[in-house]
């Protein structure tokens, strides 16, 4: 059969850095880029309770406070970065809602960018690169949280995305500097820090000396603001100040705390079991790391996958005080888990039904299925995670004549 001029031109290969694609491959991705931004586009005008309650106010202070001048007195409990992006779109349109969602919007695309990198470091697979990108821009959690809720979760996420890419090439100061970066924005980052310190055992790119660009960056991103006048030390201990903020167990995030019955606003043994859900989580994550370091493991690119999958799970589900957007990161994660390895995707799709669940409470004020029974499903998924580390840690040993425990 003669071939098509199309099938001549969509086939022929471009090289652009150092991964080959096809045409095909090109014209699918802006075919993504548009229809994903066409998605959110339609979702712009919704105003959530976030939007009125908090970001509009917040807005509002910056203009009467003078754009950047407003930065020497507290509006917000966000961290500096956030607040100097607010402050720049004060300047430039009087639509605060379209613009703070297109900012979250475009490190969606950010994002699928660094989850096309990460997973071609891994597999140099393009399909599967590009699939990453496909879930994560069509992924409910990420359209939602961004383009309805206006919410910012995909920023810290974004540069999480970006260590990780920059873990797999073997460069620890430039992913610890990204790691930084994403603390400066989101506390949430501290979730992935456990996973980076059991990397840091098994002598697994991380350096120990390059964690100090963590605090190194963080305090430089607060220093704008407090040239402003704002006071140094309250700059400081933002993230202390929001750790006080919400004293139960869990603000709808479906966790054990969840099934402890320590929900808002029905807690009864607030800070007792809160005490305890810390020591508990610093044990499972002690026992973890104590395990790794001590087993004589190959430890392939899906299974450190795997293991930060797993990690953060365990954190998210096991510590006090979690938010219903705080597995945002599990989500993401999930991602890059379930391409590598396409028979898990259902997987994926899994933890993205729980955020589904979880994200209705606040934001259409109904419990499609009551909580104790989503931090059941987000229990099993985590276990199925766990058991899939198992597995790979079993097959991957180096040590297969003794006992793997």
Not at 46 to 51: L, N
Not at 320 to 327: I, K, S, V
Request: proline residues 3%; aromatic residues 18%; charged residues 15%.
């Amino acid at each position: 059969m003669k071939e098509r001029t199309i099938d001549r031109i969509m086939f022929n290969k471009i090289k652009i850095g150092k991964i080959t694609f096809q045409v095909v491959d090109l014209a699918f991705i802006l075919c993504l880029f548009f229809f994903g931004f066409m998605i959110r586009w339609k979702l712009m005008p919704i105003e959530s309770a976030d939007y009125w309650g908090f970001l509009e106010d917040w807005m509002r202070q910056i203009r009467e406070g003078g754009g950047y001048r407003s930065l020497g007195h507290q509006i917000s409990n966000y961290t500096s970065p956030y607040m100097y992006i607010m402050c720049f779109l004060s300047y430039i349109t009087d639509n605060d809602l379209y613009a703070l969602k297109l900012v979250s919007v475009c490190f969606d695309y950010a994002a699928s960018i660094a989850i096309f990198l990460l997973i071609f470091q891994m597999t140099e697979n393009v399909k599967k690169s590009i699939l990453g990108m496909a879930v994560l821009l069509l992924s409910p959690t990420v359209i939602i949280d961004s383009a309805y809720w206006c919410q910012c979760d995909i920023i810290y996420t974004t540069f999480i995305l970006y260590a990780l890419y920059n873990f797999f090439k073997n460069n620890s100061k430039w992913c610890l500097i990204f790691i930084g970066i994403s603390f400066a924005f989101k506390q949430q980052v501290l979730f992935i820090v456990p996973f980076l310190m059991i990397m840091w055992l098994k002598k697994r790119t991380i350096r120990l000396v390059h964690f100090l660009w963590v605090p190194v960056i963080y305090v430089i991103s607060t220093l704008p603001a407090w040239m402003m006048g704002r006071d140094f030390k309250e700059l400081l201990l933002i993230y202390f100040d929001q750790s006080e903020t919400y004293p139960w167990g869990t603000l709808e995030y479906p966790n054990i705390y969840a099934l402890l019955g320590e929900a808002m606003p029905d807690m009864r043994h607030a800070d007792e079991v809160s005490g305890a859900g810390i020591f508990m989580t610093i044990i499972l994550l002690g026992c973890l790391a104590y395990y790794f370091y001590t087993k004589d493991i190959n430890m392939t690119d899906e299974l450190i996958m795997t293991l930060a999958l797993f990690t953060v799970g365990v954190i998210v589900y096991c510590l006090p005080h979690m938010h219903d957007r705080y597995g945002f990161l599990i989500d993401i994660l999930a991602i890059v888990y379930g391409v590598i390895n396409i028979k898990k995707l259902p997987i994926t799709f899994g933890f993205f039904i729980v955020s589904i669940l979880s994200f209705m409470p606040y934001l259409i004020a109904v419990h499609i299925v009551p909580i104790q029974y989503v931090a059941i499903i987000q229990l099993g998924l985590i276990a199925y995670v766990g058991y899939d580390l198992y597995k790979q840690i079993k097959a991957n040993s180096l040590q297969n004549q003794y006992p793997i425990f």
